[in-house]
Each structure stands twice: as structure tokens, then as C-alpha cells.
């Protein structure tokens, strides 16, 4: 790429952290000012420093790390007088494209029509993927009008749920040994007695969720009010990550985190592409734990899986994960909507595979047993 | 506004490439993307971010540093319910204590007790403390792991890196005569928060490039046969392409080179590197992958 040589004026500094903030990068007017700092004190013929230089300046994570090359290149390399309107004009809409925080606006652009045409449809599915909708999906069995019904009734619940685990653990957290510092610490206004002892007692901490939702094709009359249970759970609980699976893994924390639920579930039709397709869970979780595993996953996140274990991947890659998977986190528990019909019983490959590994196997057929999960919290 | 770092003057660093050079005098190899951050850490008295896979030498950056400048290294290790009282100061309790059972025979006022039992003398200084309180010139103070402190911790260290003082209720403010050099780092357990990153420069530490490896184990084990050297980099880069949970480090190039070293080995073979299999992979499962690789065929 031909290359023009940077300029280090102030102003073209400046419109370089404009650029870079518009094309995906955090930085602020904070880092504006470091970066004019950092370019007075190297060397101004040195153009690879100088790159590097805004680099560790500029960006805060690996992501924009990888990023930050490609916007200089491009920025300097468009810009022969880097203040040009012409210039930016010419560049920015072009490299928009690999933004994915516009390319998913332009996604929503594209697909007006379809959006539109999804939210007069949701009234009656509420959100599913219009497409898939049309092709593969029955809701028969959830008439909407109950669905409201049940809807308020368990987001009550719920919060019931969530306020008795607040207090368990308040009671709990009772007193266990006489804590020596301490107490001599509170003696000193008192002239060395010990008249108030104090106490240590366990601290407890609040255990992290994981959702990891089936959405594929045999979870069909469940999934939807799953996702409402992922949500409540989600707003009663500090800290719950949620995701959707069939064929792979989408994280949905960020669509749970709204304030009304419809606008969610809009959301979620835009971005579960797999909803009422096959199942491999074990791929999906390989993709999880890849991504997004060491970041989400402690000795104290509680994972919760809500399946029916219909699985058409490969056994021992599902058990490979699972096992991985159990190994770092403090309890698995697998939630299987089946559970609730009397005559079922765990023979499906997946399940199978997966019963090994579980903590906790309970149903997840009703209101009442995604209730029952409070024990396991 | 606290003042730049205070910089010795006969160490001077006048531009980046002098940094590697020294960096590479004390044995660390670096590229030049490390060497501008460091250098920048050093001119603009900004913490440094370092982030990226264990065994890749980030808590090294520390180390090297405070011996390039000569300077204390002063080092606050993170975990899980790190707490003021070990990362920034306590009170000598059971030495107050014996002072206000002393104080008790002896006429003076009650205001100038309280003052001798809270004095600088029962004071016990953790890391964060002694980085603020260093005399002579700016220590390197490495705050390492991050991401294992909870997040309460990450909201009172961000308060340090921007304004240098700590406050000790019974003492007052205590400002830094020199700002020490922060290098942070993190292994990306968990998202650090924005406002901290904003404050501090940033450095994405990746596996290093063939050549840079050879340079790192010539440096390190200067005994290396050149042969067996670059058999054993080639082959943990090979590695680092499986799909295993823990892919190897430098540390793990090292070690297995160290021992194939020790072991008497003039050239890698599948035999040495089943043997020393524990140097590579740091799992049974990974183990058992490295072997259903073929290990013959990644030595070849």
C-alpha cells in the first residue's frame, strides 16, 4: 500500500484519534492528549515507532490492538493532507464496513422490510426469526394470551426467588471465629480492652450464571419461554451471562439486559441465525469455550444448560467439553424440559453422554420446576 | 499533579532503540512495538497494560526494567479477596497496643498519645504504600495478574494511578515524592474495566515469531546447541498449532530445551520429547492430543 509519511502535527494527531474512535476504537480525549505527549517525545522520522507508538497509546484490548494497524494504514495512506474533507470522505464509509457494530446496524437497515414485517408477526410468536418461523415453527401449544398471563405470574415469582436468596444468604453469613486483629484494633479507643469482639465469618460470594439455551428445532415449544426465564433471571441476578445454541453459540447477554421484553425478543429474532434448526451441542460448546470461557467461566459460576440433549454431533466431542467445561466451574447442572413427561427417560445419545458430568439433571417442563432450580443456587 | 518519574541521569534512554539494546543487555529479547511502550511508559510516567497468554515473559518486563533504571522493583501480586489491608497498609496492632499499655506510666497529653500510637512507627507498609513512599527515586511498582482481583480492588487502584496519594484516615495524604513506573498485567480471565484501561498505555503480548524465539533461547541458555535450539522452537511452534487448552509459552520452550539439554541430547527425537512430555503440555488431556498429532511428524 503506498504510504504517505505520517504527519505529526498536533491537528493531524487529533484528527487521527477522531478517526480511530469512529472506526471502533474506545479511546477518549484523555488519550488524544497522551498521544500528542507520546509523539513530542520520539523521534519524528522514526514512522514505524510512531505507529506503534499511537497503537499502545490508543488502544485498551486485544480486539483493538488487532484493529489499530489497519486504521492507520488506511488513514495515513488516504490522507496525503490529512485535514482534506475529500480524503475522510472517501475513506470512512468504505472501511465502515468491516465495523461490526455497524455492520449489524446495516444488517438492521437491510432487513427493514423483514423487521417490520416481524413485528407485526411477533404479536402472535413473539420475536422467533421470521423466516425460520415460516419455515419450521408450531406455537400451537403457547397461545398468546396465556403466555402474557403466565409471563407476569413468573416474572413474580422470580423476583420472589430472588429476594429469598438475597435473605438466605444474609443469614448465612453468621459469625464463625473470633478474629484477633480486629478485635485488638477496636480495643485501642478503649484503652487496650477488649470490649467488642469481632468476628470473622465466611465470606460468601455470589455465584455467577451461565444460561446456555437450546434452541433448535426439538426445543421448539419450550425455548421461547426459556429465553423469559433467561431474562428474569437475568434481572434479578447481578451477574448472568446468557446464551443461545443449536448448531453454534450467540451471546445474548446484552439483548436480556433491556428493560422491556418484547424489545428483547426483536432483538433476538435479529440475531439467533440457528433458532429451530439442528442441535450439536458439543460444537456449540466448543465454540463457547473457546471464546468466551476463560472469560465467563470460575470456580464460582454456576452453568446451567437447558436442553433435551437431542444432540446430532459427536458424542466425545460433547463429553471432551463437558468435561472441560465441569472442571473449571462449580456446578453443571442440565435442565431438560423431557424430565416433566413421565415416560421419559435419559437414552438419547447426547444425554447419555452427558450424564456423567452433571451435577444436577432436573426438568424445566413448567413453571414450577424452573422455580425448583432456587435449591441449586 | 504529581510530577514526571524522576529519572537518573546517567542511564539515560534516548530513544527506543537504545531501550532494546539495553533490554537486551540484561537478557530480555524484545521486539520494537514492546521497546515504544516501555519507552513511553518511561517518558510520560503512564501505567503500562500488558496483556496476553502466561509464560510469554510479562511479569519479566517488570523485572528487566527495574534492573535497566536500578531501581527497587516493588511487586503486588493479585488474588481472588485482595484486600486494602495487604495491598496498601495496615496498623501494627499488637505494637499499639504495648505502646498504650507503656504510654499509660507517662505524663503527656492525650492528643500527643494518639499521635505516637498513629506515627509512621506502627506503621506496617504493603506494596502499594511502599511504591508511594520510596525516597530515593521512582521504583517500578508491577501489579501483577489484575484480572484476578476483584473488581472493588480495580475501582481504589484507579484512584492511585491518576493521582498518586494514598490516604491513611489516621495520618492524612501522603503524596508521592517520585511516581513509580506501573506496569500492569493481565491474562484476560475477565474483562478489566474501561475506566482503567483508559488510564493506562497498552500492550497485546503474542507468541513470538520463530527468529525471536531462537533469540530468546540463545539468549537464555547460552550452552544450546544451535541444531537442537531451533529443533526444539520449531517444534513447540508446531505445538501452539494444535487446538490444546494450555498452548505452550516461551517458559515451555525454555524448559524443554533445558531438558533435553540436561538429558545430553544433541538433536530432538520422539522418544526425548515423549519423555519430557510434562515440559510442553501442562494436562493429561493436552498430552494425549500432542500424541495423536503425531509427534514425529511435528518434529520433521
Given at each position: ?377 | ?294 509427534i514425529e511428524k511435528m518434529l520433521s
Open positions: 500500500m503506498p504510504q504517505a509519511e505520517p504527519d505529526h502535527s498536533a491537528a493531524s494527531i487529533v484528527e487521527f484519534c477522531q478517526f480511530a474512535r469512529d472506526n471502533g476504537l474506545s479511546n477518549g480525549v484523555g488519550q488524544t492528549l497522551t498521544a500528542l505527549e507520546a509523539a513530542k517525545c520520539i523521534a519524528p522520522a522514526d514512522k514505524q515507532v510512531f505507529a506503534l507508538a499511537l497503537r499502545t497509546v490508543l488502544s485498551s484490548s486485544k480486539e483493538e490492538w488487532d484493529l489499530f494497524s489497519k486504521i492507520f494504514e488506511l488513514f495515513w495512506s488516504h490522507s496525503q493532507n490529512a485535514l482534506g474533507p475529500d480524503s475522510k470522505e472517501g475513506t470512512e464509509p468504505r472501511f465502515n464496513t468491516h465495523r461490526p457494530r455497524a455492520s449489524s446496524r446495516a444488517l438492521l437497515g437491510l432487513s427493514e422490510g423483514d423487521a417490520s414485517q416481524s413485528e407485526r408477526e411477533s404479536k402472535v410468536v413473539l420475536g422467533a426469526s421470521a423466516q425460520q418461523r415460516l419455515q419450521k415453527m408450531d406455537l400451537a401449544n403457547v397461545p398468546s394470551d396465556d403466555l402474557l398471563a403466565l409471563e407476569q405470574i413468573s416474572m413474580r415469582l422470580f423476583r420472589k426467588m430472588s429476594l429469598r436468596l438475597a435473605r438466605r444468604r444474609k443469614i448465612k453469613n453468621l459469625a464463625e471465629r473470633v478474629d484477633v486483629r480486629r478485635t485488638i484494633r477496636r480495643s485501642i479507643p478503649r484503652g487496650g480492652d477488649p470490649i467488642v469482639l469481632a468476628f470473622r465469618g465466611r465470606k460468601l460470594r455470589k455465584h455467577k450464571l451461565l444460561i446456555f439455551l437450546d434452541v433448535s428445532g426439538s426445543m421448539n415449544s419450550y425455548s421461547l419461554f426459556l429465553v423469559r426465564f433467561a431474562y428474569a433471571l437475568q434481572k434479578y441476578f447481578n451477574s448472568v451471562n446468557t446464551f443461545l445454541f443449536s448448531t453454534n453459540a450467540v451471546e445474548i447477554t446484552d439483548l436480556l439486559r433491556t428493560r422491556d421484553l418484547p424489545d428483547a425478543l426483536r432483538g433476538l429474532s435479529q440475531r439467533a441465525a440457528g433458532w429451530a434448526g439442528g442441535t450439536k451441542i458439543g460444537d456449540s460448546l466448543r465454540d463457547f469455550n473457546r471464546q468466551h470461557g476463560r472469560r465467563l467461566l470460575s470456580r464460582n459460576t454456576v452453568f446451567i444448560i437447558l436442553s433435551d440433549g437431542w444432540d446430532t454431533g459427536e458424542p466425545e466431542l460433547l463429553a471432551g467439553e463437558l468435561r472441560n467445561t465441569r472442571r473449571i466451574v462449580r456446578e453443571l447442572i442440565w435442565l431438560n424440559p423431557l424430565l416433566g413427561l413421565e415416560e421419559y427417560a435419559p437414552v438419547t445419545r447426547g444425554m447419555r453422554t452427558a450424564l456423567p458430568y452433571v451435577d444436577v439433571f432436573a426438568a424445566a417442563h413448567n413453571l414450577e420446576s424452573l422455580l425448583a432450580l432456587e435449591r441449586y443456587l | 499533579m504529581p510530577t514526571a518519574p524522576t529519572f537518573p541521569e546517567d542511564k539515560q534512554i534516548n530513544d527506543v532503540d537504545d531501550l532494546i539494546r539495553s533490554f537486551e543487555r540484561l537478557g530480555y529479547v524484545t521486539d520494537r512495538a514492546l521497546a515504544t511502550a516501555v519507552y513511553l511508559v518511561i517518558k510520560l510516567g503512564k501505567p503500562l497494560l500488558i496483556e496476553g497468554h502466561a509464560g510469554l515473559g510479562k511479569t519479566e518486563v517488570a523485572k528487566v526494567l527495574a534492573a535497566m533504571l536500578g531501581t527497587r522493583l516493588i511487586r503486588l501480586q493479585c488474588y481472588e479477596g485482595l484486600d486494602i489491608n495487604s495491598a496498601v497498609y495496615e496498623w501494627n496492632y499488637q505494637k499499639q497496643l504495648l505502646a498504650i499499655k507503656i504510654e499509660e506510666k507517662i505524663e503527656r497529653a492525650i492528643e500527643e498519645k494518639e499521635k505516637y500510637i498513629f506515627s509512621k512507627e506502627f506503621l506496617l507498609e504493603r506494596p502499594l504504600l511502599q511504591s508511594i513512599l520510596a525516597e530515593a527515586a521512582s521504583p517500578v511498582l508491577l501489579i501483577d495478574e489484575i484480572d484476578r482481583a476483584d473488581e472493588a480492588f480495580e475501582a481504589f487502584l484507579l484512584e492511585l494511578l491518576s493521582d498518586f496519594q494514598i490516604t491513611v484516615p489516621e495520618m492524612g495524604t501522603i503524596q508521592a515524592k517520585h511516581v513509580p513506573y506501573v506496569i500492569l498485567t493481565s491474562n484476560r480471565t475477565r474483562e478489566l474495566s474501561d475506566a482503567l484501561k483508559r488510564r493506562c498505555l497498552y500492550h497485546w503480548i503474542d507468541y513470538p515469531s520463530f527468529e525471536k524465539e531462537m533469540k530468546i533461547v540463545r539468549a537464555k541458555l547460552p550452552g544450546i546447541e544451535e541444531e537442537l535450539g531451533s529443533q526444539v522452537v520449531r517444534f513447540v511452534q508446531a505445538v501452539r498449532q494444535l487446538d490444546l487448552a494450555k498452548p505452550p509459552g516461551v517458559t515451555e520452550t525454555l524448559d524443554c530445551a533445558q531438558s533435553a539439554m540436561s538429558l545430553g541430547k544433541h538433536r530432538l527425537d520422539a522418544q526425548t520429547v515423549e519423555e519430557t512430555l510434562g515440559c510442553v503440555t501442562k494436562s493429561m488431556e493436552d498430552g494425549a492430543k500432542l500424541k495423536a498429532a503425531g
